[in-house]
DNA sequence: TTAATCAACTAAACCGGTTTAGTAAATTTA
DNA sequence: TAAATTTACTAAACCGGTTTAGTTGATTAA
């Protein structure tokens, strides 16, 4: 493609190389104005662009950063990567996405690509599967900024949203409104920090409220099976007024099962969700949720990972981002 | 980071650097097992990761395509963006994002900082609005295949939904339900054949079936000022039965002002919205929708390109995919 | 007047690989 | 038995830049 190059440059002002790389990166220190406009007028008749990757060879860097997520198409992730692109772009460097689909050895072999491509660091929503082999990556140097997911004892650089004051606030908004049998309904927490420090948020509110914590209304779903005990079971069982869901694929789900067993949310239950629902606006019941900011999360992790390339320091950072409470319709108050 | 070179792994293993890279390159030619033997423990006992860079800076290739969308956060884009990025790392490559806005002289810089990234190849939704300044990056020798729009007179690669097949499937649909009056929302059609071809799609399935057509019938709504005549006006005034919006952002806005006036979808008007709706199970009247597939698209095109790159031609190829109607509940038979 | 300093460059090494053109020893052919 | 060929490598050029260590002629200080 582009097939002129320094030493074209350089033969057409009648200097040498070195001279016209200097040049170009602006160091006119003992250069005559003479010089300079020949290489100037050079560059233009040429019209010669510089090589990237011929420059960042020399000096081992790539100006590439990794971003390594579930899925680019989801709502959230999409948002976190725009919010890094947005921010890596304007520093001059740019974000290579691979996506996991959740499984871990992806994620592994993600990283390792990433590592073999030099790239100046990391942005990773890690599955937590892989703790160790990432600590390796550390060790050897290259820069890993986490987000979304915080695994427990692990010391690491970390943009979160504060999981635990927004569901203190979703919880603490249910109270109010008179619930007290909040079914909150959970993945496996498997050491997993975000999932944690939700469910401290919602056990302190009730006890705050001075609500007794029913381990029956602490319900867990997954991603391969599902709902472990069907919500209708849930309502007939234990007689929730309204559910806490913590995921958006919970809510979706759940709010699935509730409109085939013909159960009216928020006549019949409420449901306030965890993550914003694309197009709640237009829902039967458009959905309260706690809503987060992947774009700012995003921003947060490429500002935090830039300057731990810079500075060449990885002292940990954790970061926490608020979210806010978007009230709709599917709270009712008893 | 990684530190250890393909000198060391040479001198480790006792042999020059030339033979460490003919192994590394898989050509055994005429090497003898104990040395292959030599140098495969050196890589091993060293750790060795080969440079992509560096190779790729002889190649003159970077393993690396541009894809220019308007927003990687959008339901479609993010999915043809997937589409692309799989089919690319399974080849070898990668995929740089950039994103547009809708802004043209975004665009052109986006193009522009491609083109000096010397990546092999770029996928672009372009606006239309730099045609000009795509050609002469064609004429440099950068493969370019575009998707999503086809402007007027260019000869070019590119993936496409089939357009008008789908405008006219989905308007003999409306036709067969009873709808004689279907109010037709575009985009300026703006010499985009993607435009074009959907409204040529409306107008042979009414000719077909006899129904003449009404220009008061084809309303215009952009991105800036939305819909030239609001919804309400055009229902008093032109009594259209059905909506068949070409644009996911037109059928929002127009669900939207139908709600606000309190106008029922489908009992007081039917909507038939090009672009699938996330989410749309959930709606108060869930949407009928033409579907495009963007992922099989992100997949056609980065098939296109990096064959285009790999052959070193440049033989223009345009490529329908196959849409499909999505029924669902927002047209009522009259 | 001569050594030291400075302005304005350039040669060559380097980044980390690939590739082409050789080379020396062993083997085959005439 | 000498020439031609083959085997198993290596030296050096190259990709396209940056950077370090000089070099040369002019100017300044001692």
Redesign the pocket.
């Known amino acids: 493609m ?9 033969r057409f002002a ?9 040049f ?2 602006g ?1 006119f ?4 104005k ?3 406009e020949r290489i100037r007028a050079a560059v233009a008749e040429l019209d ?4 990237p ?3 960042n ?4 860097k790539t100006k590439t950063i990794g971003v390594v997520v579930r899925d680019i198409t989801g709502f959230y992730s999409s948002r976190v990567i725009r919010g890094v692109d947005d921010y890596c772009k304007a520093k001059g460097y740019n974000a290579l996405i691979y996506n996991t689909d959740f499984d871990p050895e992806t994620e592994a072999k993600s990283i390792e690509a990433l590592y073999q491509l030099r790239v100046d660091g990391v942005i990773i929503a890690s599955s937590g599967n892989n703790t160790q082999l990432i600590s390796g990556y550390i060790e050897k140097g290259m820069p890993i900024v986490h987000f979304q997911i915080e695994n427990d004892g692990s010391e690491q650089n970390i943009i979160l949203s504060d999981y635990k004051k927004a569901a203190f606030d979703a919880t603490e908004y249910l109270i109010n409104l008179g619930h007290k049998r909040i079914c909150f309904v959970t993945q496996d927490f498997n050491n997993v920090n975000s999932r944690i420090d939700r469910y401290q948020g919602y056990a302190e509110a009730l006890s705050k409220h001075d609500i007794p914590l029913d381990d029956n209304l602490v319900q867990r779903w997954d991603r391969e099976s599902g709902f472990q005990t069907a919500p209708i079971e849930i309502i007939k069982s234990y007689a929730p007024t309204a559910f806490f869901t913590q995921h958006l694929p919970i809510t979706v789900e759940l709010l699935r099962s509730l409109n085939r067993a013909n159960i009216s949310v928020p006549d019949d239950v409420s449901l306030l969700g965890f993550d914003e629902v694309p197009m709640a606006e237009f829902f039967k019941v458009p959905i309260t949720v706690v809503k987060q900011e992947p774009y700012s999360i995003g921003i947060e992790a490429s500002k935090l990972l830039l300057n731990n390339i810079a500075k060449e320091t990885n002292i940990s950072h954790k970061i926490l981002i608020p979210c806010s409470l978007e009230i709709r319709e599917s709270c009712k108050k008893l």
Chains 1, 2 share one sequence.
């Open positions: 582009a097939k002129v190059k320094l030493i074209d440059v350089a009648g200097v040498s190389k070195s001279t016209a790389s200097q170009l990166n160091r220190d003992y250069m005559s003479e010089t300079q010669y662009v510089p090589n990757i011929a420059r060879l020399k000096a081992t």
